[in-house]
């Protein structure tokens, strides 16, 4: 069965740089999340959309923005890249606007290096 | 706000040792509850879920029960594998606020044979 699918799996950037995460749903899902996963962190929500609106807002700095476009694929841009942003990020997504009976389904990540 | 609080890891157990991961939360409605698992380098899988008080969540031999009494979720398996090793993931999801979910710390799991 088709996954989310994140590009690219490994990113290596330096401070002030910018970078580019992308996702791609399961075909069907409407709803895409954003997270980020410090090393031995549990999984911090960023952002969320629903058909292409935002839908949910969390700790997403203001240096960091993202879109939901008209095929549902996601990208999450990070402006003035930090240290401290180096992190596992996770796309999710899932059928629907709340999760009780569609499930979130995980991408395997995008891994950021900042140096 | 809502949370979710795990048992600290790692928790270390020899093949075929009976497990359990123990889970509650803090909620003000009425949440959804997830397990997930992590394996090395990969994503979060779901393993389980429940949706509503008593429900019980079962996959791969682990089993979880929705208790509102004790807000627990905890993740049970009568007889772990070497590759069940991996890092454990409780999670809520609260329907009233768009079915973000909000995750527990982790708990890595290492299975010795």
């Known amino acids: 069965a088709a996954g989310v699918i994140q590009s690219p799996r490994h990113l290596i950037k330096e401070k002030r740089e910018t970078a580019t995460l992308k996702c791609y749903p399961i075909p069907r899902h409407d709803t895409v999340y954003w997270y980020q996963q410090g090393p031995g962190q549990d999984p911090q929500f960023l952002i969320s959309f629903y058909e292409k609106m935002q839908s949910d807002k969390g700790s997403i700095p203001d240096r960091f923005s993202a879109q939901q476009f008209s095929d549902y694929h996601s990208e999450l841009n990070m402006s003035s890249l930090e240290l401290g942003d180096s992190a596992l990020y996770f796309c999710?997504?899932?059928?629907?606007?709340?999760?009780?009976?569609?499930?979130?389904?995980f991408g395997n990540g995008t891994r950021l290096t900042v140096t | 706000g809502d949370s979710v609080t795990q048992m600290e890891g790692p928790v270390t157990l020899s093949e075929e040792a009976c497990l359990t991961i123990n889970c509650t939360y803090t909620a003000t409605g009425y949440p959804s509850l997830f397990w997930y698992v992590q394996y090395p380098g990969e994503g979060l899988q779901l393993l389980l879920k429940a949706t509503k008080a008593d429900d019980k969540g079962s996959n791969k031999g682990f089993e979880a029960t929705y208790r509102k009494e004790t807000t627990s979720f905890h993740l049970e398996k009568g007889s772990v594998q070497v590759s069940d090793s991996a890092v454990y993931f409780c999670?809520?999801?609260?329907?009233?606020?768009?079915?973000?979910?909000?995750f527990g710390q982790g708990t890595e799991l290492s299975v010795k044979p």
């Open positions: 999710a997504s899932s059928r629907g606007e709340r999760g009780r009976d569609s499930p979130l389904h």
């Open positions: 999670a809520l999801s609260d329907n009233n606020q768009g079915g973000k979910l909000i």
